[in-house]
């Protein structure tokens, strides 16, 4: 360790200069006399201290570091990542993963799937898997703060600078604690748009084994869109981020349009929807509910 080695040469050089003394040498050797122990001193607490946090398994410097910089936010320190994201919105069935698995093949972008997230959270035995598998059963939202958490740390960890999240936000309460914790905002919003007959029949052919794939959960899931879901696409589109596509057409089809607005060269095909705009979901309320 270098300090130890700066105190044997400390050491040695005391013992030639008392070794070499004189009446001139004297006057300056108690000085460096004095020196020497507060020297000592210093060197026996940084060496205690060195001690302690490597004992700790800390690395002391890092350690050190940590205690005298302010306590990292979220946003921070995905702020100095700056990815760059699209939400994928659109009601339940919509294609929102189907499209998104060939955005991620064409454009080179990671998939983030809310719902995979908060599934795999099941999975994983979690302390949080019993409420959400019962939020996910009843078609209903989960707390912003669990599953911003999963999106942060699967941002994170991937080294991609460019993400989908798909199913996210799904609510006002997910869309302001989002931009709040991390401070993103999103390129644009890619919005699927389809009636919800073709929906229905969709998420009953699905056929992945997900347990809210049952007629009952489907229509919660449904009204959930309306009530919580379509209001953050209002709030996009009033900010000229949406970009809606028919996605009631087939898979290639709607491909072929959401080619576009990943192109840059063909850029153009999508755009802010237009006042008075009247979305197709609306059929799954009596009335059409006007954007804008
Ligand atoms: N354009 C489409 N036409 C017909 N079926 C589709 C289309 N897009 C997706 N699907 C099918 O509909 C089901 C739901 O699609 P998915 O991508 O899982 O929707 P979401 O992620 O929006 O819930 C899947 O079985 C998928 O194969
Ligand atoms: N932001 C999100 C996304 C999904 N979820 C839950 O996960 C369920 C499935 O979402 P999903 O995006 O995988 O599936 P779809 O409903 O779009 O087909 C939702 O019905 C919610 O219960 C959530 O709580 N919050």
Redesign the pocket.
């Known amino acids: 360790m270098v300090s130890k080695r700066i105190v044997k040469v400390l050491l040695k050089l005391l013992r030639v200069l008392v070794e070499n003394s004189n009446r001139h040498v004297h006057t300056q050797f108690s000085q460096i006399l004095h020196l020497h122990s507060v020297f000592i001193q210093f060197s026996t607490l940084f060496l205690q201290f060195e001690f302690i946090y490597t004992n700790c398994s800390v690395n002391s410097w890092g350690l050190l570091k940590r205690l005298t910089s302010p306590p990292k936010a979220i946003e921070s320190t995905l702020g100095q990542k700056k990815p760059k994201v699209v939400f994928v919105l ?11 698995a060939n955005i991620v093949e064409h454009f080179g972008y990671t998939h983030l ?1 809310a ?1 995979d997230l908060l599934r795999a959270e099941i999975k994983s035995g979690s302390e949080n898997g019993t409420m959400i598998q019962n939020m996910i059963k009843e078609g209903k939202i989960v707390p912003s703060e669990v599953t911003i958490k999963l999106l942060e740390k699967a941002i994170l960890e991937n080294e991609n600078d460019k993400f989908l999240i ?2 996210f936000p799904r609510n006002e309460e997910n869309r302001a604690a989002f931009e709040a914790v991390t401070g993103i905002v999103p390129e644009f919003v890619l919005f ?1 748009d389809c009636p919800e007959e ?1 929906m229905e029949k ?2 009953l ?4 084994g997900r347990e809210d794939d049952n007629i009952d959960t489907i229509r919660k899931r449904f009204k959930v869109f309306l009530e919580s879901s379509l209001p953050v696409i209002e709030h996009y589109n009033s900010k000229g981020k949406v970009r809606k596509i028919d ?5 290639g ?2 491909f072929e349009a959401v080619k576009a607005l990943f192109t840059p060269v063909k850029r153009g095909g999508g755009g802010p929807l237009p006042r008075g705009f009247y979305v197709t979901v609306t059929s799954l309320i009596s009335s059409s509910t006007e954007f804008g």
């Open positions: 659109g009601g339940p069935g919509s294609g929102k993963g189907t499209q998104c799937s719902g798909d199913g699927f073709e969709r998420l052919g699905r056929n992945q996605a009631a057409k087939p898979v089809e709607v």
